[in-house]
């Protein structure tokens, strides 16, 4: 079982439409990020968050909206998506931006955008 | 700039040992990881190398040569499991904060065959 848990499995939305993706984790790490992964791709880094605080964002389009409420938790707020926008998106976490430890990930969300 | 090569697809008999080799080039190396991610799952940690030698875990090995830019994971006892994707990951350290950003390569899949 993953220790970081990523809610709702499945998702498909129109390009008008709003919708939340949800990450947790209750390992204590204080480091958590958005990766984006395309089929056959490697995942892409979005967004890192540190001690809550928004730390890289990778240049991602603003219809991608992070959020980091708690040390616990982190969402990813879409609106006007796009079609290619359609991707698994992987959340993961580690005890700091700095640690050599490894990322550990949740199961992701596969998300397509009709 | 960074650049991660690894062999798009490999196959092996149940049973038998492969080796998935990845070279890589980053102007700030601070580690290497290899995961396994199984098709439509989240990628799981199997190894770190930060210095030059062999680390074994179990089945699975890992050799990082640093000033060739290199390494390379072993699986051996191959089982029908063990068909997946296989991804070489480098940390490139970056920026302010101490933010060691985590690189993948595009992956190797191998197909375990009986």
């Known amino acids: 079982d993953t220790e970081v848990t990523q809610t709702p499995k499945h998702l498909v939305m129109g390009m008008t439409n709003k919708k939340s993706l949800k990450c947790e984790q209750h390992?204590?790490?204080?480091?958590m990020y958005w990766y984006k992964q395309k089929a056959k791709k490697p995942p892409e880094l979005m967004f890192v968050y540190s001690y809550e605080k928004l730390s890289i964002n990778e240049s991602v389009p603003s219809r991608f909206s992070p959020e980091c409420p708690n040390s616990s938790l982190l969402n990813l707020h879409l609106h006007a998506l796009q079609p290619e926008d359609s991707a698994l998106y992987l959340c993961?976490?580690?005890?700091?931006?700095?640690?050599?430890?490894?990322?550990?990930f949740g199961n992701g969300t596969r998300l397509t955008v009709t | 700039g960074q650049n991660i090569d690894q062999p798009t697809e490999m196959t092996a008999t149940e049973g038998a040992i492969v080796q998935i080799n990845c070279t890589y080039q980053t102007s700030g190396f601070n580690g290497l990881f290899w995961y396994q991610q199984h098709a439509g799952e989240a990628p799981t940690f199997l190894s770190y190398n930060v210095l030059d030698g062999l680390e074994e875990k179990g089945r699975f090995s890992s050799f990082l040569s640093r000033s060739k830019g290199y390494s390379y994971l072993l699986l051996k006892e191959l089982q029908m499991k063990d068909s997946a994707s296989y991804l070489c990951a480098v940390r490139d350290r970056r920026g302010s904060g101490g933010y060691n950003k985590l690189i993948f390569g595009a992956g190797t899949r191998l197909a375990v065959h009986p």
């Open positions: 390992m204590g790490h204080r480091a």
């Open positions: 993961a976490s580690s005890p700091s931006v700095q640690t050599n430890s490894p990322l550990h």
